[in-house]
T-cell receptor
Framework: GAGVSQTPSNKVTEKGKYVELRCDPI?????LYWYRQSLGQGPEFLIY????????DSGLPNDRFFAVRPEGSVSTLKIQRTERGDSAVYLC??????????????FGPGTRLTVL | GESVGLHLPTLSVQEGDNSIINCAYS??????FIWYKQESGKGPQFIID?????DKRQGQRVTVLLNKTVKHLSLQIAATQPGDSAVYFC????????????FGQGTELSVKP
């Protein structure tokens, strides 16, 4: 079956602009996660959805970052007034913890965001 | 604070040899650990996981060992192949409650033919 997909694969924007990053989780996965990965570092947690609601948004760095998952499937990560420091690979993962009982997270290929 | 770290940032092995990648964690409350493999330009790929009620788990060519006494995790890859070349991350989290995973910085494994 299809894995986690993310669009776009690459996004180049100018400082101060607004961007949206999309994640399509594995069908039937109720949990969805966003992580950010800087060069040479491990992924860093941003936010976690269980169904439509954000169960943990403690990793969002500031109020310029926001994510939604209105129908419990596709999620959009939104970044307002982008800054050069936002440049990173944004990873999405999903898991079927409620059915498998495990927190095994499957990752998408990521969106590489470059803020000029 | 919580952290997951790796002892060796780079590891170079000969094709056919066994590889061992190590990881230390600091949160004794973590009860679930995962190893991921990440190739250049791709997202992390699940390799194997282990719960804290186990000390060893085997997969295909891979074995994960967990030593809770010293908070140490290792990934053993048997008969390492060129296709195993990648960055390997360990991550810790909760088993039943879901939620975030905390990743270490990664170890780059290079396999020489």
């Amino acid at each position: 079956g299809a894995g986690v997909s993310q669009t776009p694969s690459n996004k180049v924007t100018e400082k101060g602009k607004y961007v949206e990053l999309r994640c399509d989780p594995i069908s039937g996965h109720t949990a969805l996660y966003w992580y950010r990965q800087s060069l040479g570092q491990g992924p860093e947690f941003l936010i976690y959805f269980q169904g439509t609601g954000a169960a943990d948004d403690s990793g969002l760095p500031n109020d310029r970052f926001f994510a939604v998952r209105p129908e419990g499937s596709v999620s959009t990560l939104k970044i307002q007034r982008t800054e050069r420091g936002d440049s990173a690979v944004y990873l999405c993962a999903s898991s079927s913890r409620l059915t498998s009982g495990r927190n095994e997270q499957f990752f998408g290929p990521g969106t590489r965001l470059t803020v000029l | 604070g919580e952290s997951v770290g790796l002892h060796l940032p780079t590891l170079s092995v000969q094709e056919g040899d066994n590889s061992i990648i190590n990881c230390a964690y600091s949160n004794s409350a973590s009860d679930y650990f995962i190893w991921y493999k990440q190739e250049s330009g791709k997202g992390p790929q699940f390799i194997i996981d282990i719960r804290s009620n186990m000390d060893k788990r085997q997969g295909q060519r891979v074995t994960v060992l967990l030593n809770k006494t010293v908070k140490h995790l290792s990934l053993q890859i048997a008969a390492t192949q060129p296709g195993d070349s990648a960055v390997y991350f360990c991550a810790e989290g909760g088993y039943n409650q879901g939620g975030k995973l905390i990743f270490g910085q990664g170890t780059e494994l290079s396999v020489k033919p």
